[in-house]
């Protein structure tokens, strides 16, 4: 009777290590990661250049497309807040509490994960059937230094960039449509803002975005190696990193809010 | 790649132009870079107060509570950080009231009369006062109260007097009780002495009047009775009890003031007979007293029951 | 050159030597192929770029260069899909000679080459980047000896 306790206990045991093996697999990989930032070898001439590149390709070829959704979205925002809420206090704590540090992170996550994230797990799962890593670890070049580093210090200064710049354009858009449309003064609408604005509030977007950014990109970068050298694999390693990049925004999501709201 | 370069770098340098233009136009307008006096008050009891409560002026934040200490004689302590840019407000007559809202958190509200007074000086410690909603209805509620009380007893005062054997209607009744029997005696010797069968008449119609304004009365004291268990409508009301009352004595009144002009002209008619005249004296007497003290009552009546078009009661 | 009978020899020896000469190695091998993703340019200065830091300028002029003494200069921009077998056999070869003190190794170079009958055009490559490297080396089957022996080029 006992044995067979032990046994069920031990199988709860081994399904659970199991289950959250890919979580502490990626919390390991992230530790791992994170402790290489601070390695002077990281900073050199070529991860520099696949930096550039790297912010290139996620945050200016987007751009026009970026600024054009958040026009539409201030646009459409700004007018249903407007003619929802008539007091401006109202108004401030839903422009700068849910589109500002709700919002915007949001949209520029989903942007940048069906954009780039995508782009990377196949990246480094084709480089991985390639067998382009191997030259690098002939060549002695550190993968976390050239090809990991740069793609996510590339996510989170993207996130950091791109989040801003929409709330920045959302905010923009509702002091015209403020000001064209409701005849609300421009003064009145900027001390609506400034009398809804939190530091704390805009130190935790923040976080929240570098966060996003770190994951969004280290996660299809170690989905991507896990890739075998069959050309098949490409396709099933990009599908399993697209939806734990899903998983962690949510969790990122939750767990920001349950931060903010305590 | 220099044009790839060129166009991230224009990109970097401006986004990050604009959000640190914003976070340095957000700063400064929150007062970031301004100078801060701090100001500390005291308070018996650190009960509702934390730190980064907002400090107000007419619904204005103006400040914030930087830090709470308890001292060695056991006195809050609460430090107050106020903008160069809201320190006029701040002055030594400045009074400091802790405002708990019913709804809502409560804040610290400075008032000021005079904003040319004299600076508060960093050095003194003015007290916080408490004050929040529940009281301040109290405050407000308590003159309506007190008029609600004193109407309640007024009508007790009323009904009481009015169901008192001794009381001013009871008497009343009674007068003209004895007013009216006296007359129906007097019937046969009014006519003799007066000889003028038009002013018999008139008083037989008053006499008949009289009693139908007692039948009124005596309805109205029973109504009173009931009057514990009526609303404010019931009582106060264009159709309430209390306005029916009115009526009917300033009716009471206008009818017995006819029957005093008609006994005026019996007596001038009537001078010379000496029975006639001791009986009628003693009817003019017994009329004069019921008039009079008809009139008082419906005077006091109306002095202690404010009679309105509409009631305005209203309790919180 | 060294020639061996089965491919687990030549293996297991070529690992060792690879192992010994780690920190100045530089290998020219169908196995450590080009970075797909990154121009020509780049995968010959993306050694200096990393290990000595350079600006990617300085290791582009460099790359170009060296592309230029192969009279390749036309292909500095081009991906390795894009390149003949002599094209990728002589960037591979650029690449492996941009190591500091190069030990430059051609792991069975006839897999790359495998168009040419004889190793005149590997001679003639070592020529052209002999002021870059320190040392090289052959690893090759026996039966492929011939095509380094045959011709006068082998013997320089």
Redesign the interface.
Known sequence: MISVMIAAIGNIGRAAMLGTSSLRGTLAFAVRVFLNFFDRRTY????L?VFIHQLYFTSVQILPLFLFVAVIFGFLINGMAFNAVKNMDYLGRLLMGFVVTELSPFITVLLIALRSSSAINT?IA??KV???M???N????DLI??LFIPRILNGVFSMVLLTSLFALVVLSTGLLVSSLVFGTSVDTYVDTLLRSTDVLDIVILLIKCATFGFFITLIPIRIGLSASEELTSIPISVLNGMVKVFVAIVTIEVLSSIIRFI | ?QRIEFKVGLFIAITSLLIMASIGYVAYKKGVFSKVHTYTLSSKSGDNLTEGMPVAVWGFTIGRVSALELNDQGIVLIRIKIPDRHNRMIRANSKFVIDKPLIGSPRIIVQTNNLNALPLSPEMVPELTESNDINEIIKRARPIVDKADRIMANIEHITASLSDPAGDVNRILRNAETLTARFSKKDSLLAMAVGDPESVKSIHEAINKLRDITVKVDGILKRVDGMAGKTDEEIYGQDGILPQLRNILRDLLGKLAKIDVTFDNINKVSYEAADSAKDLKGLRNALDETVKSIGNLADEIDRKIPFKARPEIKLP | MTFFDSEDALQTSLNAF?EEH??H???VSP???????LPVW?NIA??R???E????EE??ALAVELLERFGMAKIVEQRSHSLNKEELFCVMLM?AAM?REAVVVLDRPFRILSNLPEGCFLTDAFHKVDDLIAEAHIFDYNWEKGRYGATDCAKD
């Open positions: 050199n001439s070529a991860s250049m990246e084709v480089m390639n067998r382009e191997s030259t690098l002939s060549f002695r070049i230094h050239y | 790649m | 690879l780690r920190e190695l530089g290998l196995d450590i192929p080009l970075i797909s993703n780049s993306l050694i770029q990393y290990h830091n350079m600006p990617w290791a582009k690449r190591v």
